[in-house]
């Protein structure tokens, strides 16, 4: 599908997020459509990912309450992760003490597109149990050269997005970071217990989520964080684990 067929999201997909129907299998329905808008949203962004040269493997998020989401669904999302063929020397290294962490998809650097009650949250996430990729790139950025090749590529990235550190309030300005910004920001991060967000929101009612050149815009955001992606995600060719086979 072309990036400007794609189905928006509306008043109706952000009302799937009212309150009262967080924990009530009743809105399944109405969440399953949500979920089927974003898995064809998704796949037309993986394919433009793909020809930008990063082969991502597509999932969604659960649409019904269940014991692995607390038994609400107060957001839904997709996300993007690495490959399973990008996985598999992290698996060899790691053995399989560490398979459940490193087979699960949501466990690793990710581009995101989430839908909330209030806003389209959109950008790359790194989740906490990725300790690889964290303590990878934290490792990279102890050094001035580092840091400031970092603050290069999240300088470069599209639209008006923020690094933050895991839920905390401060942000980091992308376009504005300096070097020793992030020395700052690896200081306090510790791989394992905080996740790194690249991101940016939208508000519901925002004009842009009704242009259908939205999506557009957004790939291109995408393709601008591949480079960061690039560089946080632990490969053989980008190690600073100090880890070998």
């Avoid at 699960?104 to 790359?124: F, K, M």
């Avoid at 590529?153 to 992308?174: I, Q, S």
């Avoid at 815009?217 to 490969?235: C, G």
Wanted: net charge neutral; with cysteine; hydrophobic share 40%.
């Amino acid at each position: 599908m072309k990036l400007e067929e794609l189905p928006l999201i509306g008043e109706a997909d952000f009302r799937v997020f009212e309150r009262h129907k967080w924990s009530d299998s009743d809105y399944n329905p109405e969440r399953l459509a949500l979920k089927r808008k974003l898995a064809v949203i998704g796949e037309t962004l993986r394919a433009h990912l793909k020809r930008a040269g990063e082969d991502l493997t597509l999932r969604t998020s659960i649409h019904n309450p269940y014991v692995f989401n607390g038994h609400k669904v107060d957001s839904m999302w997709l996300y993007l992760s690495p490959s399973d063929r990008a996985k598999r020397p992290l698996r060899d290294l790691l053995g399989v003490e560490f398979s459940a962490d490193t087979d699960a998809s949501y466990v690793h650097a990710n581009l995101v597109l989430a839908v909330e009650s209030d806003a389209v949250r959109l950008g790359l996430r790194v989740h906490q149990r990725a300790w690889w990729d964290t303590q990878n790139v934290k490792a990279r950025c102890r050094e001035r050269a580092g840091a400031e090749q970092f603050a290069a590529l999240l300088n470069a990235v599209e639209g008006d997005y923020a690094l933050t550190l895991h839920d905390w309030k401060r942000e980091y300005p992308c376009g504005q970071l300096r070097w020793d910004d992030l020395l700052a920001y690896f200081r306090y991060f510790e791989p394992g217990s905080h996740r790194i967000h690249v991101s940016r929101a939208i508000a519901k009612g925002d004009p842009v989520l009704a242009d259908p050149e939205w999506y557009a815009r957004v790939a291109s955001e995408f393709v601008s964080l591949l480079p960061v992606y690039r560089f946080i995600l632990w490969a053989p060719e980008n190690n600073f684990l100090g880890l070998k086979g």
